[in-house]
């Protein structure tokens, strides 16, 4: 929800509609782009990669445990 309403307030600026454009688009260009890039590695990249670690710890726990056995 912050995500949309800073990419959303960014948008007017990045758009080149103020009196600074030439100074300020870049700025607000790289601003979104930082917060859309964040905002997917949060919903996405860091449940997957949790998923991932969990099935390869339990894998390696049934390893372990048949070798012991």
């Known amino acids: 929800m912050t995500t949309i ?40 990249v860091v449940p997957v990669m949790f998923a991932a670690m969990n099935d390869l710890s339990s894998w390696f726990g049934r390893r372990l445990k048949g070798l012991s056995s």
Do not use: E, H, Q
């Not at 600074?20 to 859309?36: D, E, L, N, T």
């Not at 890039?37 to 996405?44: I, K, M």
């Open 5 to 44: 309403a800073m990419v959303a307030g960014m948008l007017p600026a990045a758009a080149g509609v103020d009196a600074y454009a030439g100074f300020r688009a870049p700025m607000a260009v790289a601003v979104i782009g930082g917060f859309i890039a964040s905002t997917l590695l949060s919903l996405v």
